[in-house]
C-alpha cells in the first residue's frame, strides 16, 4: 500500500474522446508525476506538478493537459483520443526537498483502451 | 542522449534459485538509481535506491549493486519465489524532477515451480 489511489482502474473510450483520470496522493507529498505506460514497455515521463504548477514535461503533446489541486490530487485529462493512446496511466507521488531523493509512490494505475 | 538499458528482456528461472539482473546507463548528471517491482497490471513498488557513494544495498532477499564508474548496476535476487514473477525496472534519475528520470524497458521474471 502506497497511499496513492487512482481512479478509475480501467476504462474504455472510442477515438476522439476525451478522458480525465484522478489520482489521490499519499498524505503530505507535495509533488505528483503522470507516466503513460504501453505493454512490455517500461513508464515514460507525461509531467510533474509541483504546488499546483506544471515543472516538467515530456515528450507528450499539448492534448495531454493535466491539473494539480491544493490538497495534491491531480487529474490528467487527454484529448481527441487517438488507438496509441492506449495505456496503464500510472500516478505517483513524492516528497519533495532540495537535499532528498524524492522517492516515488506509485499509484496502481488506470488502463485505458481507446477503440 | 540519457538512457537506461537493462538486460536480459526476460527470464526463467526455477523456484528456489538465484538470479541476476542488469542495467547499463548513460544519464548525466547523476543523482541516484532506483529499482522497481512490477506486478503485472499494477503499479510499480519501489526496492532500493542508491546514490553515488552507495555501492550495495539489500531489501530482503533483494540485493542491489552500484557501480558509478562503469555506470552498471545489477539486482541480485536470492532463493526466488513464485512471488517474485513480475517486471524488474531500472531507473536513474539526473534530479528530483520527473523530467530528470530515464526508465528503462523492464526485464521480466517468471519464476516456475
Known amino acids: 500500500e502506497t497511499g496513492v489511489t487512482q481512479s478509475p482502474t480501467h476504462l474504455i473510450k472510442t477515438r476522439g474522446q476525451q478522458v480525465t483520470l484522478r489520482c489521490s496522493s499519499q498524505?503530505?507529498?507535495?509533488?505528483v508525476s503522470w507516466y503513460q505506460q504501453a505493454l512490455g514497455q517500461g513508464p515514460q515521463f507525461i509531467f510533474q506538478?509541483?504546488?499546483?504548477?506544471?515543472?516538467g514535461r515530456g515528450n507528450f503533446p499539448p492534448r495531454f493537459s493535466g491539473l494539480q489541486f491544493p490538497n495534491y490530487s491531480s487529474e490528467l485529462n487527454v484529448n481527441a483520443l487517438e488507438l496509441d493512446d492506449s495505456a496503464l496511466y500510472l500516478c505517483?507521488?513524492?516528497?519533495?526537498?532540495?537535499?532528498?531523493?524524492?522517492?516515488?509512490?506509485f499509484g496502481e494505475g488506470s488502463r485505458l483502451t481507446v477503440l | 542522449k540519457n538512457q537506461v538499458e537493462q538486460s536480459p528482456q526476460s527470464l526463467i528461472i526455477l523456484e528456489g534459485k538465484n538470479c541476476t539482473l542488469q542495467?547499463?546507463?548513460?544519464?548525466?548528471?547523476?543523482?541516484?538509481l532506483r529499482w522497481y517491482k512490477q506486478d503485472t497490471g499494477r503499479g510499480p513498488v519501489s526496492l532500493t535506491i542508491?546514490?553515488?557513494?552507495?555501492n550495495t544495498k539489500s531489501n530482503g532477499r533483494y540485493t542491489a549493486t552500484l557501480d558509478a564508474d562503469t555506470k552498471q548496476s545489477s539486482l541480485h535476487i536470492t532463493a526466488s519465489q513464485l512471488s517474485d514473477s513480475a517486471s524488474y525496472i531500472c531507473?536513474?534519475?539526473?534530479?528530483?524532477?520527473?523530467?530528470?528520470?530515464?526508465f528503462g524497458g523492464g526485464t521480466r521474471v517468471l519464476v516456475k515451480p
Open positions: 505517483a507521488s513524492s516528497w519533495v526537498t532540495s537535499s532528498n531523493t524524492g522517492e516515488l509512490f
Open positions: 506538478y509541483y504546488r499546483e504548477e506544471e515543472n
Open positions: 542508491m546514490t553515488f557513494s552507495e
Open positions: 498524505s503530505g507529498h507535495n509533488t
Open positions: 531507473v536513474v534519475s539526473a534530479g528530483t524532477a520527473g523530467n530528470k528520470l530515464t
Open positions: 542495467c547499463n546507463y548513460t544519464v548525466s548528471p547523476f543523482s541516484n
